[in-house]
């Protein structure tokens, strides 16, 4: 009980993190850098509280796709804050949750995993979905939610590249892990950030820093936290049914609290799409009962 607790208190607070940047006056990539890095520092407390220590020589064999992982994390919250500014929290969050159709049609590829029938039709399923929460963005609000939903749909892939790379790191607490993919997340972001706003991060609003540190230690720091430490105990399959806590509230959040208006189409292109990745990780047994 105590690790569904700590699982679903995770993707309540990921869910929140569309609310959170919206009162955030800075870039994506400023935004980026200060999460991962108050996020890492968090963690780090964490970490050394629980008197863990680094394995360094681990550490060392799985450097190239720790560094690789990094940079699609860093990657995936760029372009998700970035979709915030564009569109709906709720066609931003459901672009992102195409993120698992990726990762079932890379899996053949870069797993060698096979491709049931049944999670081939739920692909052509999400597609459908998705095609017709664009479509309402097209007809309904213009450019700018179109824009919104692809750059949901690009966090989407960095989120798969992510999802992917962590098959491949091995012998590795996951905390540790963690870590060590927002360190790289801000260290790679100081040269981008420099490069493309310049000083600007140090012009930060007053209003903003309450939040600012709200995403990063709270959001990220605290979610992660309780992410690893619920997921420890729980089988794949729950871990798959609780995620979807994480949409469920950033769509509410949508519709209650920003007061954003929701199609019927768009309606029935997120059951499609969230209905579709659903039952793609679902395992039936089939009961036969002996006369």
Do not use: H
């Not at 569904?4 to 993707?11: D, G, P």
């Not at 491709?115 to 739920?122: R, V």
């Not at 930060?204 to 430490?229: A, E, R």
């Not at 950033?250 to 309606?267: D, K, P, R, V, Y």
């Amino acid at each position: 009980m105590k690790s569904n607790i700590q699982f679903i208190l995770s993707m309540i607070i990921f869910g929140t993190i569309g609310l959170v940047i919206r009162y955030i006056d800075l870039s994506s990539r400023e935004t980026a850098f200060l999460s991962s890095s108050i996020g890492c520092l968090f963690l780090l407390l964490v970490f050394f509280n629980q008197r863990k220590t680094f394995t360094w020589k681990k550490i060392k064999s799985n450097a190239l796709v720790l560094l690789a992982s990094g940079i699609a994390l860093g990657g995936n919250w760029i372009f998700l804050y970035q979709s915030y500014d564009y569109t709906s929290l709720a066609n931003a969050t459901l672009g992102y949750y195409f993120a698992p159709v990726f990762v079932m049609l890379l899996s053949p590829i870069v797993l060698k995993e096979p491709l049931p029938i049944k999670k081939l039709i739920c692909i052509v399923i999400a597609v459908i979905g998705m095609m017709f929460i664009v479509g309402n963005g097209i007809s309904a609000s213009g450019k700018d939610d179109v824009l919104g939903i692809i750059l949901g749909l690009v966090a989407a892939a960095f989120y798969a590249a992510l999802m992917l790379l962590n098959k491949f790191i091995k012998d590795i607490d996951r905390l540790e892990v963690t870590i060590i993919q927002l360190a790289t997340t801000a260290f790679i972001l100081i040269p981008y950030v420099l490069i493309t706003e310049g000083f600007n991060i140090l012009n930060i609003s007053i209003p903003s820093i309450p939040f600012i540190i709200l995403l990063g230690v709270v959001n990220t720091g605290v979610g992660f936290w309780l992410y690893f430490s619920g997921m420890e105990k729980l089988k794949g399959q729950s871990i798959a049914m609780l995620s979807y806590v994480d949409p469920f509230v950033a769509i509410l959040i949508s519709g209650l609290i920003l007061q954003e208006q929701f199609t019927q189409l768009q309606i029935i292109g997120g059951i499609l799409l969230l209905g579709s990745t659903f039952i793609s990780e679902m395992r039936f047994r089939i009961i036969q009962i002996n006369n």
